[in-house]
């Protein structure tokens, strides 16, 4: 679903992504695990097509990152790391607004309402952007990225500075749209219990370089505790 070949991105002298194979199967969820600073970021903009590779391929669903990122964007879902609206816009008026940017022309207002509820934000529908807490702001970011019924969901941190409460809702959701839609997603984050609670496969990025790939599978057998040492160490933690 998610291929990429020696993809590779270099801004001036400076490497921030170097050479890295990354394998996310089909209706997978994929945990892309780094510290803050590791090129995470970076990948996602290469591969939903905000910036070019220095070198090296990638392709979701077949199309090339570079070449057929409009394709790529019709069946991607995305939220940034930091997403922000306009802030006197109600939720409700404001996803109706990125769905017709979108371009969904058929029962827009219907798909609206599925993904307020689905995200839990009937409550909030009315409520002004602006005013959202920043867990509330991620719900509304993850509907956001919902509107297309996308095939792909790319998040960016997308439980980052969120409460437990708001993770554990963030971690159902996600689970359901995997399990019950078949979405594939791959999300970056520094947190290891994400990783841990989430994911069927992972990848490490450090300093740019992807240092593991792995099924969680295969690691089934570690304890808890001894898997996140190892993750950490993976990270660059215990140096």
Known sequence: MIETQNLTKKFGDQTAVKEINLSVPEASIYGFLGQNGAGKTTTIRMLTGLIRPTSGFGAIS???IVKESLSIRRITGVLPEEFKFYPSLSVFRALMYIGRLDGIKENLEDSVLEVI?????????????????????????????????????????????????????THTLLKTLNKEKGVTVFFSTHILSDVIELCDRFGVLRDGILVIEENMDNLATKEETKLEEMLLDYMGGSS
């Not at 095939?151 to 409460?165: F, N, Q, R």
């Open 117 to 169: 509820k689905l995200t839990d934000l009937s409550k909030y529908k009315l409520s002004k952007v602006g005013t959202l807490s920043r867990g509330l702001n991620r719900r509304f970011g993850l509907a956001q990225s919902l509107l297309k019924s996308p095939k792909v969901l790319i998040l960016d941190e997308a439980t980052s500075g969120l409460d437990p409460i708001a993770r554990r809702e």
């Open 62 to 64: 077949g199309f090339d």
